[in-house]
T-cell receptor, first 112, second 115 residues
Framework: EPEVTQTPSHQVTQMGQEVILRCVPI?????FYWYRQILGQKVEFLVSFYNNEISEKSEIFDDQFSVERPDGSNFTLKIRSTKLEDSAMYFC??????????FGPGTRLTVT | AQSVSQHNHHVILSEAASLELGCNYS??????LFWYVQYPGQHLQLLLK??????LVKGIKGFEAEFIKSKFSFNLRKPSVQWSDTAEYFC?????????????FGKGTKLSVKP
């Protein structure tokens, strides 16, 4: 069964550094999402992406964040200048028709 | 703002006990409802979903959930749990019922099943 993959599984970075989190969605999916979960809190929506553009974003997704689907297979989340409060588990998800979403295993980002 | 509440933070059951996990949401319009499960060390997996029709939906591994519109609830049930059901369970809502739209998650309920 096809799966969503994410790399790296754990990323440690210093405050102020840029990070890029990578996701490879299921190949025939058309809708893509990033969520995050700060330790002990809810899974929160960051951004959705369809037809090569952002379709919706949350208040969390400020100018420090960007997403890209550079080559038709990868879907990346970039944080330009990380802050301590960006430490969280970041989940990528994809969907064929925008209804059921299939999640990757997550990337744990630790900002020191 | 829309929200999803899961009232139980941690539930501990013995094998063969019945399970009911509560989920309530606050949104008056059309919704799609989901339960996801996260086994230790694994990713979120879809357990079951409700879009329309029969409010009693059956999912994988013997789970079911009932949508009660008047109570804004979508409780998850299983008549007899197994040790392998030990996991964290997340209720999620997608508003509007359309193809776009993000999921709004509850905080999750950790289920521990004692053998």
């Amino acid at each position: 069964e096809p799966e969503v993959t994410q790399t790296p599984s754990h990323q440690v970075t210093q405050m102020g550094q840029e990070v890029i989190l990578r996701c490879v969605p299921i190949s025939n999916h058309l809708y893509f999402y990033w969520y995050r979960q700060i330790l002990g809190q809810k899974v929160e929506f960051l951004v959705s992406f369809y037809n090569n553009e952002i379709s919706e974003k949350s208040e969390i997704f400020d100018d420090q964040f960007s997403v890209e689907r550079p080559d038709g297979s990868n879907f990346t989340l970039k944080i330009r200048s990380t802050k301590l409060e960006d430490s969280a588990m970041y989940f990528c998800a994809g969907s064929l028709e925008g209804y059921e979403q299939y999640f990757g295993p997550g990337t744990r980002l630790t900002v020191t | 703002a829309q929200s999803v509440s899961q009232h139980n933070h941690h539930v501990i059951l013995s094998e063969a006990a019945s399970l009911e996990l509560g989920c309530n949401y606050s949104y008056g319009g059309t919704v799609n409802l989901f339960w996801y499960v996260q086994y230790p060390g694994q990713h979120l997996q879809l357990l079951l979903k409700y879009f329309s029709g029969d409010p009693l939906v059956k999912g994988i591994k013997g789970f079911e959930a009932e949508f009660i519109k008047s109570k804004f609830s979508f409780n998850l049930r299983k008549p007899s749990v197994q040790w392998s059901d030990t996991a964290e369970y997340f209720c999620a809502v997608k508003k509007d019922g359309g193809s776009q739209g993000n999921l709004i998650f509850g905080k999750g309920t950790k289920l521990s099943v004692k053998p």
